[in-house]
């Protein structure tokens, strides 16, 4: 399915990864926790750091960094946990994101944001909406329902 039209004028939460910065949409996420020790469940893959109670709901929670294919770092104050939510099988689920740091709430209008760049027929972008222009930065907006596949995660 592909993702919704990007409007006029959208607000993204910006984070972290590495040196690279990322963004969802702000009215995806749910709120921003601080890092926590999470439930670790045998036989996920190993994206699926573990489970947390949220308010007596079990929330999957996906280590972005590993989800990425990048480098496992030690957790640091400024580690959070952003709770999103995604359409998944015509329903919308929660999950967890592990972040290196959360940064900012931006506003991005349509003609500051570029396609996701076409890399190849072997490398998947497909979760990736755009591309944000902020000064002389990029800015990797993501689209969600792409990142949390709901072939590689049961959803409860």
Not at 8 to 35: D, G, H, K, N, P
Not at 105 to 128: R, W
């Amino acid at each position: 399915m592909p993702p919704d039209p990007i409007n006029e004028i959208t607000q993204y939460l910006t984070f972290t990864l590495s040196q690279e910065i990322f963004a969802i949409e702000i009215f995806r996420v749910q709120e921003v926790l601080e890092y926590k020790p999470l439930t670790k469940i045998p036989g996920t893959p190993e994206f699926v750091h573990g489970i947390i109670n949220l308010r007596g709901k079990v929330v999957p929670v996906i280590d972005m960094r590993m989800k990425f294919g990048m480098e496992e770092i030690e957790r640091t104050v400024n580690t959070c946990i952003i709770i999103i939510e995604v359409r998944a099988k015509g329903e919308m689920a929660v999950f967890g994101a592990i972040v290196d740091s959360v940064r900012e709430v931006m506003e991005l209008e349509s003609n500051q944001i570029e396609p996701a760049p076409k890399i190849g027929s072997g490398i998947h972008t497909d979760f990736i909406r755009g591309m944000g222009k902020q000064g002389n930065q990029f800015v990797i907006l993501l689209n969600t329902d792409m990142v949390f596949s709901p072939d590689e995660v049961e959803y409860g």
